[in-house]
């Protein structure tokens, strides 16, 4: 390997490790309420923070969701409370950068396979690197961004050609993360079975260590819920035997490739056609276990109603590998640029939309104003009296004040003291503008603006033409 392509791959890093910083610096909230309230609430709730059941959701009174990530969140959860450093910004914030550095890592390792095995160009590093939608996925607390990072340690010691037994306590972790990776892991073991034509020693191993996770799984289940249970076949019986599944986002089986024209279709597209082309160019072994996979889990999802674009996340780890290996020789055109300064712009820019929307926010020991939003549907991370928003982001109430209007926030800057204000709404709210104004007199300093004012009037835009929120977080002295 030259030194220049050495030097390309460690550039390449540098862009993930920034990318991903980024992300999990400015990416606050949840791209869907399952990641908050089915993750951080659950630990919320186990730590004893809120005892409160009607703060959790459906699937826990139904003892459906496993106990697994919750309670991973919960011990760090404990631990920074032990250092005397638990807030809960700062936690889901940590969270989001443990899952950045996991996939990180992740991503390296697959990297340096593929390129060995397949003679991938450096440049092809600095092509996955600049992917916009790897570090928006990849901080997310969700079950899907978890059970893809165990299921990829799996298929990848597959490939590898690790141990059966560590592949299976991989692909066990994974489906208790996410109870739907069974769904590419039963292609994944019928091909099996059909390649050697019986069930042998290798078989049984992976199956084993597949079980050792699963029986660990029952017995967290059994301290989260405080009673026996065995909630995968809860989650089966109730979601697809009762039907419960097939009332929430109810597609046609096509809704997949869909979305698949719809979000960012020039880069979409080409990894959906290079994911296909893999497997008429990839080495035999690799080709079927992770065609096997791949193409159940999809197929299987295609066939549930229930349909999101998230539920297939835990495989687009290896999507854009199984592209570049299909495009390999016009990878190398990537350095021209022709094709370079397109690619890199057409990202940055997806990335800049899809990410740099969110702030951690830290109280900085001052008490806080939250601007008591006008819009029911824009989601505002406070406490649970503050729009009903669920407790974990709980603030002490004597550090959590909420005001409606500028007469309201002017009597509470008025008392002696330093103190911050969260300031939610949209650009076109009528009492937007005084509120800033008032700000401005106070000589409050603007800390952070999660979306630029000028972009949330001019190009982010609501279907109904209405600016997206713009939340600021200003410190008055």
């Known amino acids: 390997m030259t030194r220049t392509a050495h030097r390309i791959e460690w550039i390449a890093l540098v862009i993930l490790l920034l990318g991903h910083g980024i992300a999990s610096w400015t990416s606050f909230g949840y791209h869907h309420p399952d990641e908050h309230y089915q993750i951080l609430e659950w630990a919320n709730h186990f730590l004893g923070l809120n005892r409160d059941t009607s703060a959790l959701p459906w699937e826990f009174s139904a003892q459906?969701?496993?106990?697994?990530?919750?309670?991973?969140?919960?011990?760090?959860?404990?631990?920074?409370?032990?250092?005397?450093?638990?807030?809960?910004?700062?936690?889901?914030?940590?969270?989001?950068?443990?899952?950045?550095?996991?996939?990180?890592?992740l991503l390296v390792r697959i990297w340096l396979f593929m390129r060995d095995r397949y003679g991938l160009g450096p440049h092809g590093a600095i092509a996955l690197a600049l992917l916009w939608f790897f570090p928006y996925i990849h901080v997310r607390t969700s079950s899907e961004n978890l059970a893809g990072i165990l299921l990829s340690w799996g298929l990848l010691g597959m490939l590898q050609g690790r141990s059966p037994v560590r592949n299976g306590i991989f692909f066990g972790f994974a489906f208790l993360a996410r109870y739907q990776i069974a769904l590419g892991l039963a292609g994944l073991g019928i091909a099996l079975l059909f390649r050697t034509g019986r069930l042998n020693k290798s078989h049984l191993a992976l199956l084993g260590g597949f079980t050792l996770p699963v029986v660990l799984g029952v017995l967290l289940d059994r301290i989260g819920y405080g009673n026996w249970v065995l909630s995968p076949y809860l989650?089966?019986?109730?979601?697809?035997?009762?039907?419960?599944?097939?009332?929430?986002?109810?597609?046609?089986?096509?809704?997949?490739?869909?979305?698949?024209?719809?979000?960012?279709?020039?880069?979409?597209?080409?990894?959906?056609?290079?994911?296909?082309?893999?497997?008429?160019?990839?080495?035999?072994?690799?080709?079927?276990?992770?065609?096997?996979?791949?193409?159940s889990f999809f197929a299987l999802h295609c066939l549930i109603t229930n349909k999101e674009y998230r539920f297939l996340f835990p495989i687009l780890n290896w999507i854009p590998f199984m592209a570049l290996i299909y495009f390999r020789d016009f990878t190398f055109k990537l350095a021209r640029p022709i094709w370079w300064i397109p690619f890199a712009v057409l990202n940055l820019s997806a990335f800049a939309i899809s990410t740099l929307h969110g702030a951690s926010l830290r109280t900085l020991g001052a008490p806080f104003l939250a601007h008591r939003n006008l819009d029911p549907d824009i989601p505002v991370l406070a406490s649970r009296d503050y729009r009903g928003n669920p407790p974990y982001y709980t603030f002490p109430v004597h550090r959590l004040t909420v005001f409606g209007n500028p007469g309201e926030l002017g009597a509470h800057l008025s008392q002696p003291g330093p103190v911050q204000v969260?300031?939610?709404?949209?650009?076109?709210?009528?009492?937007?503008?005084?509120?800033?104004?008032?700000?401005?007199?106070?000589?409050?300093?603007?800390?952070?603006?999660?979306?630029?004012?000028?972009?949330?009037?001019?190009?982010?835009?609501?279907?109904?033409?209405?600016?997206?929120?713009r939340i600021e977080w200003y410190r008055c002295p």
């Open 235 to 295: 989650y089966f019986k109730v979601n697809l035997v009762d039907g419960v599944a097939a009332r929430y986002n109810p597609y046609p089986w096509w809704m997949y490739f869909r979305w698949i024209l719809e979000l960012n279709p020039l880069v979409s597209v080409p990894l959906f056609i290079g994911s296909l082309g893999f497997f008429k160019k990839s080495k035999e072994e690799d080709g079927w276990i992770l065609s096997s996979f791949m193409v």
């Open 422 to 469: 969260l300031l939610d709404g949209k650009a076109d709210e009528p009492t937007h503008e005084p509120i800033q104004q008032l700000l401005q007199q106070r000589s409050c300093r603007l800390l952070e603006a999660v979306v630029p004012g000028w972009l949330s009037t001019w190009v982010w835009k609501t279907p109904a033409g209405r600016s997206l929120p």
């Open 64 to 105: 459906i969701r496993p106990w697994f990530q919750p309670l991973l969140h919960a011990a760090w959860m404990k631990a920074l409370m032990g250092l005397g450093l638990y807030e809960p910004f700062t936690a889901a914030q940590l969270s989001q950068g443990i899952y950045g550095i996991l996939n990180i890592h």
